[in-house]
Each structure stands twice: as C-alpha cells, then as structure tokens.
C-alpha cells in the first residue's frame, strides 16, 4: 500500500498546506479520501493519477473535505482526453447522496454526469465493504460532526486508519488497533482546545491506545505548527510520530 498526505491543511489558508486529502493506493486501487480545497491541482502537482482514481471517501461534510469534488469531477470531463469513462465510486456517510446531490444543483452543468457511472456507497459505521478482491473499507463513527466516520483499509496484510476530524475518543483507538499508519489530524494547541479536535497531547494519547506502527499527524491549523507538536505527542506516546508535508509518502 502506498499513501500520500495529498492536503494537510485546513479551513485556514495557507501557502504550503491544502486543504484534507489522503491518497491510498493498493494495487490498482486508487482511493481518495476527502478532497479538500486544493486537492485536486496538488494531485497533478504530486504527479499522482488523478484521472485514474477510483474511489473517493468522504470522512464527513465540511467544506474543508468536500469542496474541491466539482473540481474533481470537472477535470475528469473537461481535463482529459478523452474524458474519464471508467466508472466512480464515493463512499461516505449517510447523506452523501444528498450532498453530491446538491453540489451538483448548485453548479447546474452537469457535474454528475461528467463520469458515465457514478455510483454512491453510504455506509454504516463497522460494516465490511469490499472495493474489490484485494482492498476493504470500515467505518468507525468519531466524533466531530453527526455524520463523520472514520476509515480504515485494508489490503495484503496490511491496514491503513485515516481519522478525518475528530475528537478524542478512546474507542477510535481500540478500534484502529495494531493498524500499520494512523493518519490522525492534529488541529489545535492545548491553547485553543476544541472539543471538535484533536490536540498533539490528545494525539498521543489516541496513538497510545491504537499502538500503530506509524502515527502520521495532519491537518494542522496554523497555531498548532507555532508550538513543538512532536514533544507534545511523545509525553503521551513512546512509538514512531511523523508531522505530514503535502505530499509525504509512505510505502508499506
Ligand atoms: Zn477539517
Ligand atoms: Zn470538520
């Protein structure tokens, strides 16, 4: 499995970060999850397989994890030639219909259409769904907002959780046991604590339940990168920390 941190930042703007999207690469499965501002042109900026891709993920709804699916799905009919006929699946929470739904009313072009087969997969919290006959999917509800979830793939042997936006939660991390790479967000300082997110402490402390092999850190709000966001975590977790680049790759 392959995994890039495509977007590590957030609703703030800023000049090296976009905003959420994880690339998860098994085989031919070409996975995004979330796709944030940005996404999209960091994807042909990583020289990564944008036209290729064949899921996306949705965690949850904020703007910071949708809004770039019209530039997505655009680039797909207008961006390449031929336009992308291979089919699409996004998968999401309950509602994702609804929401890829009313994008597409509101940009009124088409925006569905662009991909001939579009298919919508919303799916329940810890129920197995196989993308194909290598790489499967869970969901994990976390909180944040009411719908947001949780990913976990798994491919070979191999397992991969990606957070989304989340608070603390000491089941996400029974739940993402023994998992290879957590990609965790790392929103805020102990200073401004949200109780919608994650802080470095509270990171490691999520790391030290989950016990993964790698604890890969992103979505950084700029005060968060102004404080020693890997000291903070170590006082909670003794094992591997990485602080996420875009564009940082990791293979296992
Ligand atoms: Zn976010
Ligand atoms: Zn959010």
């Not at 993920?57 to 336009?83: E, I, K, Q, V």
Request: with cysteine.
């Amino acid at each position: 499995m392959r995994i890039v941190t495509v977007g590590t930042g957030t609703a703030a703007p800023h000049a090296d970060r976009v905003q959420s999207c994880v690339y998860v690469e098994a085989g031919s499965t070409r996975i995004l999850v979330d796709c944030g501002s940005g996404s999209v042109y960091r994807l042909a900026k990583l020289g990564l397989p944008w036209q290729e891709v064949t899921h996306v993920a949705l965690t949850h709804f904020h703007a910071d994890h949708t809004s770039d699916l019209a530039t997505l799905f655009f680039a797909w009919r207008w961006g390449m030639l031929p336009p992308r006929s291979m089919p699409i699946s996004v998968i999401g929470p309950t509602g994702t219909q609804d929401l890829l739904s009313r994008h597409a009313a509101a940009l009124g072009s088409g925006m569905l259409e662009a991909v001939p087969d579009t298919r919508v997969h919303e799916v329940l919290p810890r129920t197995i769904l196989a993308l194909d006959e290598t790489v499967a999917v869970e969901a994990c509800k976390v909180p944040h907002t009411d719908e947001s979830v949780a990913y976990s793939f798994t491919s070979a042997g191999h397992r991969v959780v990606v957070t989304g936006d989340t608070s603390y939660d000491p089941e996400l991390g029974e739940w993402a046991q023994g998992c290879d790479v957590l990609v965790c967000e790392c929103s805020l300082p102990d200073s401004l604590a949200s109780p919608l997110h994650l802080t470095p402490r509270a990171c490691g402390m999520l790391a030290g339940i989950a016990r993964p092999r790698l604890l890969a850190l992103t979505h950084f709000y700029p005060p968060v990168e102004t404080i020693d966001v890997i000291s903070e975590v170590r006082e909670r977790y003794g094992g591997d920390v990485v602080m996420c680049h875009d564009g940082w790759t990791h293979e296992i």
